[in-house]
Each structure stands twice: as structure tokens, then as C-alpha cells.
Nanobody, 124 residues
Framework: QVQPVESGGGLVQAGGSLRLSCAAS????????LGWFRRGPGPEREFVAG????????YYADSVKGRFTISRDNAKNTVYLQMNSLRPEDTAVYYC?????????????????WGPGTQVTVST
């Protein structure tokens, strides 16, 4: 399959944790940086986190820094997003994608092969 598939979303209370996973074929992920984005009530896709090919370098939106952790397992062609201290404003559909194009990690146009997303809902 070319498209990644996200999983691990659900309903959680504020302050809780979730771990999202995103798997794809080796052809889709191998050799590319990866990123997580989210779409809340608005139309725009918001950058959440990015990770380099090796996994050594990671990047985060200010809104999630210190609470979320991105990681990847290249042997399993999977990228993860550990989300702690969740807040109601984190409620969104979360997407992962490889980054085959130039541009910053926060630029959605630098990514391709978006997955269908997984819903995360944080209640008060």
C-alpha cells in the first residue's frame, strides 16, 4: 500500500495520554523524513511534529512541545506520536505522511501520500 494508515486515536480525558501509530510500506517511508499533522474544526492542516530519516532530529509545533514525542522504527516502517498531558484543544484528526519534497517540516506541501487520519477527542 502506498498510503500510510494511522491508528491509536480515541476519546481521552484532559490530562490523559494516547500513542498514535502510522504504518506504511517500505517504499512509502524508507529514506524520507516523516511528519504528523492535525486538522481541527478549521480547514487548515496544522503541523504537529516531524522527524528526520535517521530519527535523530525531531521538530515540534510550539503548542505541543514538551507534551508530544515523535519517534520512528525504520525496521517496521512505522512512525509514532506519543501524546501526554492532552488538552481539549488537541482534539483533531491526526495524519501522518512522508516528506519527499523540499521545504520546511511545517509546510504541508512538502509531504505526500497522506493517510486517512485517526480521530483524537479530548474531553474536559
Amino acid at each position: 500500500q502506498v498510503q500510510p494508515v494511522e491508528s491509536g486515536g480515541g476519546l481521552v480525558q484532559a490530562g490523559g495520554s494516547l500513542r498514535l501509530s502510522c504504518a506504511a510500506s517500505q517504499r512509502t517511508f524508507s529514506g524520507f523524513p516523516l511528519g504528523w499533522f492535525r486538522r481541527g474544526p478549521g480547514p487548515e492542516r496544522e503541523f504537529v511534529a516531524g522527524i528526520s530519516v535517521s530519527g535523530i532530529s525531531t521538530y515540534y509545533a510550539d503548542s505541543v512541545k514538551g507534551r508530544f514525542t515523535i519517534s520512528r522504527d525504520n525496521a517496521k516502517n512505522t512512525v509514532y506520536l506519543q501524546m501526554n498531558s492532552l488538552r481539549p484543544e488537541d482534539t483533531a484528526v491526526y495524519y501522518c505522511a512522508p516528506k519527499p519534497y523540499g521545504g520546511t517540516y511545517s509546510d504541508p506541501s512538502a509531504y505526500a501520500y497522506w493517510g486517512p487520519g485517526t480521530q483524537v477527542t479530548v474531553s474536559t
